[in-house]
Nanobody, 124 residues
Framework: QVQLVESGGGLVQAGDSLRLSCAAS????????MGWFRQPPGKEREFVAA????????AYANSVKGRFTISRDNAKNTVYLTMNSLKPEDTAVYYC?????????????????WGQGTQITVSS
């Protein structure tokens, strides 16, 4: 089992920056690729970003490419999502997830463990 706890959400204005953290406990963190997903109000959960076990490969949704950066610190069992130039359409509940794979997964079905989510609201 892997337990994931997100933090860092809140209410911000358009153009602001924010960093989310996801702390993992349980099994060895470095065994897992990590991802961030989000669920906007009234919509389905969608992929945001993912990072490989060692942190050398990343993937991003087109909607966040160039604005968001995913990173991880395996010594701290934590994955981060740094978000710049936030837009109102980034408003969503953000979830981190762990996948026992060697690649960089982008589909919900590829992830084994999920956090409870943290709300981000971007006002215009």
């Amino acid at each position: 089992q892997v337990q994931l706890v997100e933090s860092g959400g809140g209410l911000v204005q358009a153009g602001d920056s924010l960093r989310l953290s996801c702390a993992a406990s349980g099994r060895t963190f470095s065994y897992y690729a990590m991802g961030w997903f989000r669920q906007p109000p009234g919509k389905e959960r969608e992929f945001v970003a993912a990072i490989s076990r060692g942190g050398d490969n990343t993937a991003y949704a087109n909607s966040v490419k160039g604005r968001f950066t995913i990173s991880r610190d395996n010594a701290k069992n934590t994955v981060y999502l740094t978000m710049n130039s936030l837009k109102p359409e980034d408003t969503a509940v953000y979830y981190c997830a762990a996948s026992n794979t060697i690649w960089v997964p982008s589909r919900i079905s590829e992830y084994d463990y999920w956090g409870q989510g943290t709300q981000i609201t971007v006002s215009s």
